[in-house]
């Protein structure tokens, strides 16, 4: 039984029906260079060539910037198999990547360091 959203691929009692590396085809490097807080953005551009369902997942949750630890997140995915994902997009120009702050006007934006701050705190 699939839940809501979920598609064919996610059986609420037994989890997962595809192994995670199955998605990256066994692959477990990337070719870009990509941490949990790296940014991903979607370009707009058209992808070449055949992409399975999650990049087109992800192409859709990139249309504003994502840190790569989110983008696995919402893919339910190891951040490795991911990070794959990623590079593969990256590579065909779909996605465009930086660092933390490459995305937004005011890097150093009040409320951001903030909440940054307010984050650390709590895990102190």
Same mark, same amino acid.
Not at 64 to 74: D, N, Q
Not at 93 to 119: M, Q
């Given at each position: 039984?699939?839940? +809501? ?9 037994? &989890? ?6 199955? #998605?990256?085809? &066994? ?11 790296? =940014? #991903? ?5 058209? %992808?070449?060539?055949?992409?399975? %369902?999650?990049?087109? =997942? ?14 696995? +997140?919402? /893919?339910? /995915? %190891? #951040?490795?198999?991911?990070? #794959?994902?990623?590079?593969? /997009?990256?590579?065909?120009?779909? /996605?465009t990547t930086g660092p933390p702050a490459a995305f937004h006007h005011n890097p150093t934006d009040r409320a951001l360091l903030e909440a940054v701050l307010d984050g650390l705190r709590r895990q102190l």
């Amino acid at each position: 039984m699939t839940t +809501a959203g979920d598609g064919p691929w996610l059986d609420e009692a037994a &989890g997962r029906l595809v192994r995670p590396f199955t #998605v990256s085809n &066994g692959r477990t490097r990337p070719t870009v260079a990509l941490d949990l807080m790296s =940014q #991903v953005l979607a370009t707009g551009g058209a %992808p070449l060539g055949y992409l399975g %369902p999650e990049h087109a =997942q992800v192409i859709d949750l990139c249309r504003a910037p994502l840190p790569v630890a989110e983008v696995a +997140a919402h /893919l339910r /995915l %190891p #951040v490795a198999v991911t990070k #794959v994902l990623l590079s593969d /997009l990256v590579d065909c120009g779909a /996605l465009t990547t930086g660092p933390p702050a490459a995305f937004h006007h005011n890097p150093t934006d009040r409320a951001l360091l903030e909440a940054v701050l307010d984050g650390l705190r709590r895990q102190l």
